[in-house]
């Protein structure tokens, strides 16, 4: 993780020579440290239409089903640049 504040990203796939358990699909790993309190995360994580503030890669998320605040089911497309 770097101190500086800058995102880490890691690419890669799965081995899997059949191609028969996933070795298609890639994997996205990143890591960073975010100056938000614990409750300022949870309000970013979890308001839908604040998705693209903290993942570039979005194509957007819909909220399928709402219990309250902070339990939801959610639909989200992703697209990383693979």
């Given amino acids: 993780m ?3 504040g800058d995102i880490l990203v890691w690419t890669g ?3 899997d020579e ?3 358990m996933g070795g298609s ?3 996205v ?3 960073s440290i975010i100056p938000l309190s614990v ?3 949870v309000d970013l994580l ?3 239409e604040k998705v ?3 993942n570039q890669w979005s194509l957007g998320r819909q909220d399928c089903w709402v219990y309250d605040e902070h339990t939801k089911i959610v639909r989200s497309k992703t697209q990383p640049p693979l």
């Fill in 46 to 48: 979890l308001d839908s």
């Fill in 25 to 27: 699909i890639p994997f």
């Fill in 18 to 20: 059949k191609e028969t």
């Fill in 29 to 31: 790993k990143t890591k």
């Fill in 52 to 54: 693209k503030t903290y």
């Fill in 2 to 4: 770097d101190s500086d």
């Fill in 39 to 41: 409750s300022e995360m």
């Fill in 13 to 15: 796939r799965a081995v």
